[in-house]
């Protein structure tokens, strides 16, 4: 029996599990593997050049049937993978087989059958053929992309096939002996550099109508979207625009919305961000987004269909985080507001008709996030309107009221206090921009009522679990820390009918006692929260007495204890990094705002030793805090009260008030490198203030409305405010210094005529300058003499040289002796009529009307130059 017999027994007892290909006959392979060979799984050497000649060969007889058979030989010969050494050749091989595919369909088979083997791993003889034959290898698995434009349903799902298994590699069927496995990540490696995934998403454009196909690629691209170079290849190919916008193509599986969004995902965290953003953030790919969500908002019943609903929701949320996308043209900024507030506000829209939400984790997770989008949303101004027409402000106030017993709720205990909390932070950020309809639903009311209740001692047990409710648990911390957030918002505002409305409802009364119930409930466990909630209550006292005489009033004895009780905290705790810091920093802009201006606080403040306290502080040396607590003491001092506590205070070693202000001058002169001498002597007396940054300083241009570099220098360092407070201490029979604080003391004492000095300089300038001008006008030899210096720096300005055939103006008036530069305003005297012939004469319709005054409309065939008028000519 000859060899080709048989193969064709063997082919005819072995069951095919090849696809079915449509064929007008069939092609008998050949065997090429003997019986020894298959046991030691050794490739049988191939010519593969042969092959390739073979296919480059024209017009005999037998050359199709030829050449099927060299492919189904290799096919053959390789069925337990291909080595990397040959790669190259056996992809060209392929491609020839793909171009012959149009005319002549019989080449389907063959190229879909090397293609299926590329899915087997690669072999390597030698461990450096991974790098030697990488070129090549990348080159190669790159083609699979660019042979999907074959027109062939089959091969192209074997493609995706393909691709999909080199991130599911099995191992080779059978050893081969002197070869070894390529690497696992070999292949997916050579993916990203042969740019395969750029090419299958722009086969994408090639499957508009074919759903079968466009869900495999879809898969490879699910799997090649799990790499960061594959998902910046594919975010230059438009990946993120194209798959998003055919999000709601039709799909019984809904395959094609699971993987889309999986790819969508994986394209926004492992490539560019932005550049994903802003190809998603236009009309077509926002419609699609908003047909989906809507779907399966409605209609979604699934555990899976949930998720997929949150998912799109968080993609959207992404998106409308560009100021450009269009979300409300597209319609889904309307849609989004009504979903999130149809629980709380009964719409009359049918979309919300009988839908209701339940206490499942996705719909619990899509409540928050609805809140989350809303946040974002309202920064574009645009859409406040779409916000008042939902009523979100009477959606977000149902949670900011106490929790009401034996009411049945939809959502359990915990999930309603994460809601209430997360609602609570949403109207922080979205009440500023509806003061309207904030005052309208009594926001000020409900928010000081919802505080009464946080700060009562009714029992109620908070879970504290989620992020809005750290620091919580089993009290009512969470909830009042986001109720003062909310009311420091509106009253940051500097809104006269909201703040007056708060101080009508007693909400400085009310707050002065929060504060000190917080300070009996301290420990250590909820410290942070408790220095927020104080830090937060100062600072909305500071908003509503700033400018306001009878809220400093009300503000009263109360609120300047607790003030007093907060700068008696141990200094040691400032460096804690709990929050002292920042209540300090409160203290200290409640005493400017609350207590300074009105003097029965001002008096009380001093009685319990308040200015003590504030010297203390500034002792510490801490130069954050030094500026503020300084410009607190100039203030101060305008009470002819506080000098005596000033010169009254002693701190360590006990140093003066005066010395301490003296140290601190000297601190900050050697920060900012005024030069003086080893005793404080002023070295350069021309410019005895000057700083080393002042010298380095060069010009700079800068608007009307920013302050100059000599107003910030008064503004930012502290030398000013310590002038201040020595001046109204009148600089004389200061306790406590030394000879090196009194030199210190006469430089301080002259800081105001130190800083006029220039002023005097730019005056006498001026007056030199005045001198000068009457000089020239009073005595002709000045006037002469400052003539030839004028021309003389004219001259010497010019070019040495005349470029040629250029034209010299000149730029004096002969005979002129004036030394001033010219004006801006030129007079140019007009060309006599006689010369030009009128404004009209020019026109056709010049020479249809009559002359005026002696041939106005006369034509001047030519005129002579003249340089310069004769003595007795007519000018």
């Known amino acids: 029996m000859s060899t080709g017999e048989a193969a064709k027994t063997a082919e005819a007892r072995e069951p095919s599990s090849r696809i079915k290909f449509s064929s007008p006959r069939k092609i008998p392979i050949v065997g090429v593997v003997t019986e020894d ?8 050497s191939m010519d593969l050049n042969r092959v390739i000649k073979l296919f480059e060969e024209t017009g005999k007889d037998d050359l199709e049937e030829r050449q099927l058979k060299s492919v189904k030989k290799l096919v053959q010969c390789y069925q337990n993978g291909f080595p990397l050494r040959d790669l190259a050749q056996i992809f060209k091989i392929l491609n020839l087989c793909a171009e012959k595919v149009k005319t002549q369909p019989h080449f389907i088979e063959p190229a879909y059958n090397i293609i299926k083997l590329c899915g087997l791993p690669f072999l390597k003889k030698k461990a450096s053929d991974e790098i030697t034959y990488a070129e090549d290898t990348a080159n190669s698995v790159g083609l699979l992309g660019d042979l999907m434009k074959i027109q062939n349903s089959e091969l192209r799902i074997q493609i995706c096939k393909c691709i999909i298994d080199f991130y599911h590699a099995e191992p080779p069927k059978k050893h081969i002996t002197g070869y070894q496995q390529a690497s696992s990540s070999y292949k997916i490696k050579m993916a990203e550099v042969g740019g395969l995934a750029k090419t299958m998403i722009q086969s994408l454009e090639l499957l508009e109508n074919q759903l079968v196909e466009k869900l495999w690629v879809l898969k490879a691209l699910q799997h090649l979207s799990t790499s960061e170079v594959n998902c910046t290849l594919m975010v230059k190919a438009q990946a993120a625009s194209g798959i998003c916008a055919h999000l709601n193509d039709p799909d019984p599986s809904g395959q094609l919305l699971f993987r889309s969004s999986e790819i969508l995902w994986n394209l926004l965290e492992k490539s560019s961000k932005e550049e994903v953003i802003q190809q998603l953030s236009n009309l077509k790919c926002l419609l699609a987004l908003k047909e989906v969500f809507k779907n399966l908002f409605i209609r979604g019943v699934s555990h899976y269909d949930r998720q997929l609903r949150n998912d799109i929701l968080v993609i959207t949320t992404i998106i409308s985080q560009n100021p450009g996308a269009p979300m409300i043209e ?15 506000v009964k719409s009359q829209n049918p979309l919300v008709k009988g839908l209701k939400l339940s206490n499942s984790y996705e719909d619990f997770e899509l409540k928050k996030l609805l809140f989350n989008i809303i946040v974002i949303l309202c920064k574009d101004l645009s859409t406040i309107q779409l916000l008042i027409d939902g009523k979100v402000i009477l959606a977000l106030f149902t949670y900011v009221k106490r929790p009401e017993k034996h009411k049945i709720l939809e959502w359990s205990a915990a999930q309603y206090e994460e809601l209430q909390l997360h609602a609570i932070a949403t109207l922080s950020s979205v009440a500023p921009f509806l003061i309207d309809e904030y005052m309208f639903y009594n926001g000020n009311a409900q928010v000081l009522e919802f505080l009464a209740w946080c700060d009562n001692e009714d029992s109620f047990f908070s879970h504290g679990n989620s992020f809005h409710g750290a620091g919580g648990r089993g009290n009512k911390f969470a909830q009042m820390r986001y109720s003062l957030r ?20 007693g909400a400085i009364q009310q707050l002065i006692g929060i504060f000190k119930n917080t300070i009996s409930k301290y420990n250590d466990k909820e410290e942070a929260i408790l220095l927020e909630i104080q830090s937060d209550i100062l600072l909305i006292l500071s908003g509503l007495c700033e400018h306001h005489i009878p809220g400093k009033e009300i503000f009263g004895t109360g609120g300047v204890d607790i003030i007093l009780h907060v700068m008696k905290t141990d200094p040691k705790k400032l460096q804690s990094g709990l929050g002292y810091n920042v209540l300090l920093y409160s203290t200290l802009d409640s005493i400017w705002c609350c207590i300074l201006g009105c003097y029965p606080s001002e008096d009380y403040f001093l009685e319990k030793e308040g200015i003590f306290l504030l010297l203390d502080l500034l002792a510490l040396n801490q130069k954050k805090f030094c500026n503020l607590i300084l410009g607190i003491m100039v203030e ?20 003066t008030a005066a010395s301490l202000l003296i140290k601190l001058w000297r601190k900050e002169e050697k920060e900012l490198g005024v030069k003086r001498d080893k005793y404080g002597k002023i070295v350069d007396t021309k410019k005895p203030l000057f700083t080393s940054f002042q010298e380095e300083q060069k010009i700079i ?22 002038y201040a407070v020595l001046g109204k201490l009148d600089f004389e029979n200061l306790p406590g210094l030394s000879a090196e604080d009194f030199v210190t003391l006469c430089i301080i004492h002259r800081y105001l005529d130190f800083k006029i000095q220039a002023t005097h300089k730019q005056r006498e300038l001026a007056n030199k300058s005045w001198g000068n001008f009457l000089a020239r006008t009073s005595n002709a030899k000045t006037l002469k003499k400052a003539k030839r210096l004028q021309e003389k720096a004219i001259e ?75 003595k007795g000519d007519p000018t």
């Open 636 to 655: 101060f001092c305008d009470n002819p009260k506080t000098a005596a506590h000033v010169n009254a205070w002693r701190g360590k070693k006990d140093q």
């Open 330 to 344: 597209s319609g889904f900024t309307r849609d989004l507001i009504l979903f999130a507030t149809f629980n709380e």
């Open 701 to 722: 241009p800068l608007p009307a409305n920013c302050p100059t570099i000599a107003v910030m220098d008064v503004a930012e360092n502290i030398r000013a405010k310590i």
């Open 796 to 870: 010497s300005s010019r070019y040495g040289e005349r470029p040629p055939n250029a034209i010299f103006h000149r730029t004096d008036i002969k005979g002129l002796n004036a030394t001033v530069p010219s004006g801006g305003v030129v007079t140019v005297e007009s060309t006599p009529a006689r010369l030009v012939g009128g404004p009209l004469a020019d026109t056709d319709i010049a020479l249809k009307k009559l002359p005026i005054r002696g041939g106005a409309l006369q034509k001047v065939k030519a005129v002579k130059t003249v340089d310069e008028p004769k």
């Open 37 to 44: 060979e298959e046991v030691q799984g050794a490739f049988k």
């Open 486 to 505: 909310l009311l420091r918002a509106m009253v940051y505002l500097e809104n006269d009918t909201i703040n007056k409305d708060l101080c009508e409802k």
